[in-house]
């Protein structure tokens, strides 16, 4: 069964960092990766996603994906504190359907 | 934007009791989803639906049943409720759109049993 895991648990990173997480799976299958954010309390919401081996870009947001080395990033420039929130990276699962394989999330804190 | 509603938000249930949590979608989504969210799991799929009438495990299924009476509506079921299943349950939909799914979830359903 897919595996889905996330490094680091925790972060904390001052105000105007780069600010890095990472996720790895273990099915060389996958086809579709993705990340949401879920603030204190409220519902995960799509953050962005990639299909295909290299890089995309959606203002301050990246994403890296390589898919030989079963991993995938996302990279915050000049993290602001509203960043600061819980991040689930996800994974589709490689039988054909499309039922999300998320990971455990990475909890991020941005110091003013 | 996609709207998902869940009800109700908070419930506290005795051991042995059932409990339904409803979620009601108006995003008019073939698929609908429970999670639950526990610290150090992440989400956890329960049970699933592709449309009206269509309930599939999940990957968590035991102790949980579903039932999808309309496009709109999706319901989990815990007929006989435990301390274990004390937890975040999450609803969403999505539409695969002919390439990937977006998932639009729902505020959450604090449950706890007593």
């Known amino acids: 069964q897919q595996k889905v895991q996330q490094s680091p648990e925790s972060l904390i990173v001052p105000e105007g960092a780069m600010t890095s997480l990472n996720c790895t799976f273990s099915d060389s299958a996958s086809q579709y990766f993705a990340w949401y954010r879920q603030h204190s309390g409220k519902a995960p919401k799509a953050l962005m996603s990639?299909?295909?081996?290299g890089e995309k870009e959606e203002g301050r947001f990246t994403i890296h994906l390589n898919k030989a080395s079963l991993h995938f990033s996302l990279h915050i420039r000049d993290s602001q504190p509203s960043d600061s929130a819980l991040y689930l990276c996800a994974v589709s699962l490689s039988s054909g359907s499309w039922q999300l394989i998320f990971g455990s999330g990475t909890q991020l804190t941005v110091m003013p | 934007e996609a709207a998902v509603t869940q009800s109700p938000r908070n419930k506290v249930a005795v051991t042995g009791g059932k409990v339904t949590l409803s979620c009601n979608q108006t995003?008019?989504?073939?698929?609908m989803y429970w999670y639950r969210q526990d610290t150090g799991h992440g989400l956890r799929l329960i049970h699933y639906s592709y449309g009206a009438g269509s309930t599939e495990k999940g990957d968590i299924p035991d102790g949980y049943k579903a039932s999808r009476p309309s496009q709109e509506n999706f319901s989990l079921i815990l007929e006989l409720a435990t301390p274990s299943q004390t937890s975040v349950y999450f609803c969403a939909s999505g539409d695969t759109g002919g390439s990937a799914e977006t998932l639009y979830f729902g505020s959450g359903t604090r449950l706890t049993v007593l």
């Open positions: 990639i299909f295909s081996n």
């Open positions: 995003n008019n989504h073939n698929n």
